[in-house]
Structure formats: structure tokens, C-alpha cells
């Protein structure tokens, strides 16, 4: 257990030095200039040179990863933005929220939505509900976030009325200045933004189930299930689902993790103010430590997802259980 | 009355290709405490047939049709809820494969256990104390420890064991062993194979020995059926059927048994590959691989026809008995030369 958690704290870092490298690499690649983004329209040459020497962009890309690296370990901040000096790891905090919150909200959709269906079109292959299913998940997989959020933003909060068309709340109460707040209201606004994430993934998901299920049921121990007289019933919930959802926690702690770092199209077609939002905002700004930051975080997430990941199966599956 | 008489079953699958006639006609009776051993190669529709029987083949594919009677019980058609009594309580099964036949997620206790807890009205405490008792009765060594230990903890031998120890745990009738050595290696088969005459002996119970291997044949059984492309071409106790076997296709699977002493010589082998079951070949099935074949063998299907030894043994060939018995007795002489040499 010892070996396997350091092997994963130095894949971790590991990681970390990947990730944030490639990000400075890119950011020093695109033509952008944040001094002058960050001076604002009206700034003179002299004024850009001030901008640029105070965020240390007059040094060479290595000093300031150096420096990025340094604020991190020695004084465990991520910097502040170029654009509105705001502390990143504030701004994270701030944002982190709001993405887990439609994250976390539209997995319990999709899951609760594809394990049920997956499971049925196992059992009845190639029948009515079966074939709707997958026409269902034709259109999910083929669909884009942006025309599901946007056509169902149109449909249901516009034309119906039966939803906000877009906007945040917070799930606790107390913030200063919100407008809406506590968890009705809270799900109340995530509605769509969640069944945008269902459509999405469920039909992945619920083509995995049903693949997973249908090859465990073809187990031979399934079958010296059946012959030990086990019903049909007992033989799917004791023997086959257990099995077949090995696989699907794997691909699901890779999502959750992925997602984490940010649902940029989702958030963004719901007006949410999410990371994936803060990551576009930054992206038009050039601001590198807000995008240095949520990289950050999006590793981290992934790493974590892929340890929890471990952890669940191991009780999951006895035979890659630590001893 | 016999334990289970079968009469002319019938499985056959709806595949994409077509349909793929498994099973045609088989017919054959296990008495009680008795060892039915059924050879054949892959693919001659000896484990379907008895897949069959358990009502085990899936039902959305599979086309069932004949008699298949436990003391005068009918089977075929019976409920589901009937049958899953039946099942691991009257019958029991055993499968080739120990490494894949038990479920990697649950300790063998737990399996065991839910054999006890699904035809018998006890607590899961006295489900457990049987469930070490039927484990040290298949001798697995420690087994009131062993008992929490999950599949892959035992070696392929020792998974049998549990196997057998589940299939047993109920105290059916009858057994189905469907190859139950065949994954295994040599030594173990020899311990698996003592442990179930055993446990037959013991338990007084019938037991249906499903393998290729004509040696474990010779061991266990007191009958054996002969399969080939779904059909039953030779049928006899077991010691006519070494004595004299009447049919070529026998002939050949005893002619292909390893010798300790002819060394380094090939072992004969029956040319071909065993029949396709999509396309059967017309007439009898192993006239494509016969060398006594005859144009009467191309069009038409033998009858079982009993044999000059007795009428309990019963083979399909159109060979005159003059030819046959000739053959054969060339064939021994060489068997028995080589064994000599």
C-alpha cells in the first residue's frame, strides 16, 4: 500500500511539471501580448512597458515558470491575474463551485439515467426499447454541448418557461450581493445545464453498460450461477452487476476529473460562472497565471479522480486489492 | 425407473448464418447411482446436449424439442421456477473452465453459501458450518480459514475442488460434470477424478462424465455414449465398447489415445476437422473422414442398429459385420503389437 501511494505521489508531480511546462511552452508560441491586453486601449508604448516589466513579462519564459514554480512551493499561491490582480487560487475557490456543482449534479443524471437503461437493453438485445434507446444514443453522441444547451435553453427555459434560460445560485445561503440563493433555487438553474451533461454522456454510458453487461452475463460464472438454481433476478443483481461495473467506474473517474478542469461549452451556453468559463475569459485576456492555475487544478482533479478511482475498485474487485 | 431418460432431443440455434442443428436425436438413459460417460471431440454436441437438459440454453435462441425425464418428471417445458429448484438441488453441475467458473468478486464461502440458501430454508450461520463441511469433504486443506478466501486465492485443482464442493452442496442425484479435468494438469486430473468416485460412493448419486478423454472414460464409467455432429453413433457399457467398438469413428478416437511405450511415433489421428453443424455434411456426418466409406454413407443417415454382441450395443455404420470385425481385430492387433513392442 506504501509502494503504490509513493508511485502515485511522484506520478503526481510528475504530472504537475507536464502539464504546467506545456501550458508556459503554448503560452510562449501564441502571438499574444497580455501587457498590453492588461494596460488596457488607451496605454502608450511607455505605459505597456511598465505593465509588462511589473507582471515580469520582460523576463525570458523560463524565469517566469521558475518564478510560477517558486510562488507555488515556497508560498503555496498561484499569483494573481494579469487582468484584475485578483488572487488566482481566489478565483479558483470562487469558480471551483460552480463546475463541481454541475459536474457532480449531472453525473447523478447520467448515471441514474444510463445504468437502468444499459441494463435493460442488456437483457432484451435488439428489442423496442433496446433499439429507442440507441437512437437516443446516436443523437447523444452525435449532438454538440452548444446545440443541446442551446435548443433546450430555446425550448424549455424560453418557449415553456419552465426553467431559467441561464444564470448561477449559490447552494448556501449568506453571500453578499447574490441575487438567488439556497438549494432549490440552486437546482432550480442546473436543471438544464445537467440534462445538457445527461444527454452527453449518457449515451457513452449507456452504450458501456450495456456492452459491460451483456459480456459479464456471458461469464461462466453466470452460468454456475444459473446452475446452482440461482433466479434470473438474484443471478443479474449478486453476479452480473458487480462485475460489469468495474470498467464503468474506471471511464467515470476519468470523466469527473476531466470535466472538473472544465465544462467550457456547457458553462458557457448557461451563463454559469464556472472554471470553464474563468478559462475562456482568461484565454481572451492572455492571462497565463489564471490559465497556469486552472490547468493546475484540472491535474490535480484528475489525479485525485484516478486515486479515488483505485481506492473503489480495490473494494470493488478483490483480486487488485492491496494486501 | 432411470434417474433422467432423455428421448429424442433436439437443440438447434438461430444464428446469423443459419440455423445450427447442435443436438438431433439423442436418446439415452442414466439409473441411478450409475456413470454415463459421453465422448466426443469440440463441437459434437455433448455439452449442449446436457445444457439442454439443465435448461440452460437460452431460450431466445435456442429450438428444443423431445423428452428429457427425471424419475418420469417431465423437464422440457417445466416452469422456470421448477427448474431452478431442480437445478444445484437434484442436479448438479460442474463445468470445465475452475478459473473462470466462479465468480472473482465473492469469497468461495459466499458462493457456496448462496447454494445452500437458495433451496434450503436455514440461516446463513448453518449455511456457512455446511459449506466448510462440504469443503474439508472435497479436502481443501484448512478450509474453516479457506472458506473467506475468494477465487483467485486457489489454485485450478483446488477451484475445482470448490466446484464440486458447490455443485455437491445440496446432495443431488445426479452430477454433470461437463470436462471437469480438462483445464487441469495431469496429476490434478488423477486427484479430481478419485475425489468424485469417492463422493460418487458416498453420495450414491448417478454421475454424467462429459470429456474427450477416453481414459477417464475407462476410470468412471459403466456407460458410454459415442457423439459425432450432434448425434449419438455409438452406445454400449463400457467394456464392449473397448472389448469391440462397432464404429469407425470410435475406432479412430481410440486409435488417437496417447501409449506410454510407442515413442516418438506420431499418434494416429482421425484426418479432417470435426462437421460443421451450419452445412452438416449429407448422409452420415463422418463420411467425409471415413476410410471405409461407401456411396450408400454420402446419401443416407445410418440407423442405431444393435450390435452381434448384445442388444445395449448400439452403433451407426453401414459396414457389414464380417468387415467390421475384421477391421477392428486388424486394428487391435496393431494396438496391441505396438503396446508390446
Redesign the interface.
Known sequence: MTHFLIRRIFWAIFLFFVATIITYLIFWVIPANPAALAAGKSATPADIARVSHFLHLDEPIWKQYLRFVWNLLGHGSLGRSYVNRQTIDSSIAKDAPVTASLVFGGAVCWLSLSIPVGILSALRPRSIMDRISMIFVLIGISAHPVWIGLILSYVVGYRLGLTPIAGYCNFFTGTAGAQCEGPVQWAYHLILPWITFMILFAALYVRLIRANVMETMSEDYVRTARAKGASERRVMIQHVLRNSMLPVVTILGMDLGLALGGAIFTESIFNLPGLGHELINAYNTADLPMITGIVVFATVAVIVFNFIVDVTYGFLDPRIRPS | MPALEVKDLNTSFRTDDGIVQAVSGVSFSLDEGHTLGVVGESGSGKSVTFLTV?G?VDPRQAQVSGSVQLHGEQMLGAS?ARL??????TI??I?Q?PM???????TIGWQLE??VL??QDVTRKDARRQAIEILKEVEIPRADQRVDD?P?QFSGGMRQRV?IA??LINGPEILIADEPTTALDVTTQAQILRLMKRLQDQHKMAIVMITHDLGVVAELADDVLVMYGGKVVEEAKVDDLFAKPEMPYTWGLLGSLPRLNSAGERLDQIPGQPPSLLNPPSGCAFHPRCEYVMSRCRTEMPDLRSSAQGADHRFRCFLEDEERTRIWQGKRAALVSEDAA
Open positions: 439443465m440452460l422456470r431452478q429448484q431442480i437445478r444445484g438441488a448438479g453441475m463445468f473452465d473462470t467458473s466462479l465468480n472473482p468478486v465473492k448462496e447454494a437458495i433451496h475468494y483467485h466446484m458447490m455443485a
